[in-house]
T-cell receptor, first 114, second 115 residues
Framework: DGGITQSPKYLFRKEGQNVTLSCEQN?????MYWYRQDPGQGLRLIYY???????QKGDIAEGYSVSREKKESFPLTVTSAQKNPTAFYLC?????????????FGSGTRLTVV | AQKITQTQPGMFVQEKEAVTLDCTYD???????LFWYKQPSSGEMIFLIY??????QNATEGRYSLNFQKARKSANLVISASQLGDSAMYFC????????????FGTGTSLTVIP
């Protein structure tokens, strides 16, 4: 079955460490997105990518980096510059064209700073 | 400017009753799509229902229906015959093809179904 796989489900980061969250999709979707969700709040866009080797900053890109070397993969690195990284991270994908297509979401990664 | 507004941070409903979750949107584009997602405590986002701006009939998917009032720019979700498993966060979202094909999410409504 097609879908999006995020790993790991839970991740613990020490102060000053970079960590990478994985997001892989086999839906042949063009566009991929990373969102951050804090407790009791909505989704905030970190980065998105419409095509391979291209990506754009979202509303809260500072302290994060991404790459899109393959259509299927869009990993997110949370760098040490991100001062408050504890949150729930959701990856999503969709076909790029038209309003008819919604997001397919991964199951999320819960990141905690220890 | 906020594109999607959900004014109900929390809602309670008795089991087997119907409930309406409010959503208003703001856009001057003629072509757009409206979506509702459910987020249970596990965190995954589950697609519930979709309404296109050119659709004249309200969308329905099982116990879910979308009350689309284009002139009022509202896209309320109606859940009929609530079940305990409906307790979750519900997000309204809009996709606009123009200007970057962005998705806009509301802040969500927490629904609790009471036995």
């Amino acid at each position: 079955d097609g879908g999006i796989t995020q790993s790991p489900k839970y991740l613990f980061r020490k102060e000053g460490q970079n960590v990478t969250l994985s997001c892989e999709q086999n839906l042949n979707h063009d566009a991929m997105y990373w969102y951050r969700q804090d407790p009791g709040q909505g989704l905030r866009l970190i980065y998105y990518s419409q095509i391979v080797n291209d990506f754009q900053k979202g509303d809260i890109a500072e302290g994060y980096s991404v790459s899109r070397e393959k259509k299927e993969s869009f990993p997110l690195t949370v760098t040490s510059a991100q001062k408050n990284p504890t949150a729930f991270y959701l990856c999503a994908s969709t076909r790029w064209a038209g309003p008819l297509y919604g997001y397919t979401f991964g199951s999320g990664t819960r990141l905690t700073v220890v | 400017a906020q594109k999607i507004t959900q004014t109900q941070p929390g809602m309670f409903v008795q089991e087997k009753e119907a409930v309406t979750l409010d959503c208003t949107y703001d856009t001057s584009d003629q072509s757009y799509g409206l979506f509702w997602y459910k987020q249970p405590s596990s965190g995954e986002m589950i697609f519930l229902i979709y309404q296109g701006s050119y659709d004249e009939q309200n969308a329905t998917e099982g116990r879910y229906s979308l009350n689309f009032q284009k002139a009022r720019k509202s896209a309320n979700l109606v859940i009929s015959a609530s079940q305990l498993g409906d307790s979750a966060m519900y997000f309204c979202a809009m996709r606009i093809p123009a200007g970057g094909n962005q998705f806009y999410f509301g802040t969500g409504t927490s629904l609790t179904v009471i036995p």
